[in-house]
């Protein structure tokens, strides 16, 4: 059984930055997959960034690459979204997930059996 809890979130103009964490509970979090999904209003949730739970592999829409970066650090049982250069389009709710062996398909949300209660992130133009 894994529990994340988000935070970070908030508003921002465009061009700015924000770090997002995940905070999980649960002595095998090294051992889980974890990602990030946001959601805007009206939409459905869409994979953002992952990260593998071994080696660091990591994984990102091509909306956020080159502006986006996932890390972990296990000591801490925290993944982070680092958010640069953020457009208006990036304002949604974000989560956290996690999936305990490695996801034959990152991106889809069904992959994934544990998530956070999710942080706004709102983005000005």
């Known amino acids: 059984q894994v529990q994340l809890v988000e935070s970070g979130g908030g508003l921002v103009q465009a061009g700015g930055s924000l770090r997002l964490s995940c905070a999980a509970s649960?002595?095998?979090?090294?051992?889980?997959?974890m990602a990030w999904f946001h959601q805007a209003p009206g939409k459905e949730r869409e994979f953002v960034a992952a990260?593998?739970?071994?080696?660091?592999?990591?994984y990102y829409a091509d909306s956020v690459k080159g502006r986006f970066t996932i890390s972990r650090d296990n000591a801490k049982n925290t993944v982070y979204l680092q958010m640069n250069s953020l457009k208006p389009e990036d304002t949604a709710v974000y989560y956290c997930?996690?999936?305990?062996?490695?996801?034959?398909?990152?991106?889809?949300?069904?992959?994934?059996?544990?998530w956070g209660q999710g942080t706004q992130v709102t983005v000005s133009s």
């Open positions: 649960g002595r095998t979090f090294s051992t889980y997959a």
């Open positions: 990260i593998s739970w071994s080696i660091g592999s990591t």
């Open positions: 997930a996690a999936a305990p062996s490695g996801p034959s398909a990152w991106y889809e949300a069904y992959e994934y059996d544990y």
